[in-house]
């Protein structure tokens, strides 16, 4: 029976001391991970935050005469102020539709049917990385050039003039697509890599589902988030883009801000600070936009039992 009986450890003071040591030791080391996060958080914050800070008192404060926000009041009564942010706007939305009609049937016709062509596929979309700004602003005007000198006595001058219509400069809306195509690519690669597209193709499709139903219905639901990074990306590319815009002569928002900034530094600034935000709202939308909520279609459902 003594045999039998389990005798209980022998507890020193050493080892009573080190299992109280052991306690404090884990709240140091979790208080230092969350140290460290702190100092680094507050530094990325400063590192963004001084910048439009120091621009936001430099378009307010004047030396000598105080405070003024006539540079923000200006903006609206500005020379072509609201014209060019309008037409970025517009180019932003079309090139967006532009980009997700090519690469969306483009991408799941791959991966359901055609597989081995995904690395064609992917190399093709990352071409415009590799391309410069300036050397496809440079193709683009000896394309349009052809208009004139090749091409006047035919009906294809007339479309060559339509997409350089100054009012909606769609030949902008081609370049921002080509440029905007190697985002669009990782961000809906991602996303059907996460999802078994062809498992809830044939299934939409053994329910009787035509193909356009199976698109919207079922692939693009579940692709939100994917269409939402795409698009927002994309918006993000089209408002800051300046190269091509100013080379082939066009005036969207990112060239009017330039144009202003040697006549009026302040306004310049101001209308730059005010871009962002705008930017900001539009890609926070955007963010809203892609995440599945409640009650709407694709998003999951949680059943609630009753008691």
Known sequence: MAAMTPTAPDVTPESGARAAARPAARVRTRRRPRLWRGLVLGLGGAYFLVPLIASFVFTVHTPGQGVSFEAYTALLSADGFTESLLLSLGLAAATIALALLLAVPALVAVRLGAPRLRPVVEVMCMLPLVVPPI??????????????????????????????????????????????????????????????????????????????????????????????????????????????????????????????????????VAVSLLSLLITWLLLLVLSRAGTAQAGTPGAPRTSRKES
């Open 135 to 268: 050397a496809l602003v440079t193709g683009i005007s000896t394309v349009l050039r052809w208009g004139p000198d090749h091409l006047s006595r035919t009906p294809l001058y007339q479309t060559f003039l339509a997409v350089q219509n100054e009012d909606f400069p769609f030949v902008l809306v081609l370049a921002y697509t080509v440029m905007a195509l190697p985002f669009v690519y990782r961000s809906l690669d991602a996303g059907l890599r996460a999802v078994d597209v062809p498992t809830l193709v044939e299934a939409a499709r053994n329910c009787g589902a035509s193909w356009v139903h199976v698109m919207l219905r079922v692939i693009l639901p579940n692709l939100r988030s994917s269409l939402a990074g795409a698009a927002f990306l994309t918006l993000a590319l089209v408002l800051g883009e300046f190269t091509l815009a100013s080379i082939l002569g066009f005036r969207p928002f990112a060239v009017w801000i330039v144009s202003i900034s040697g006549a009026q530094a302040r306004m310049s």
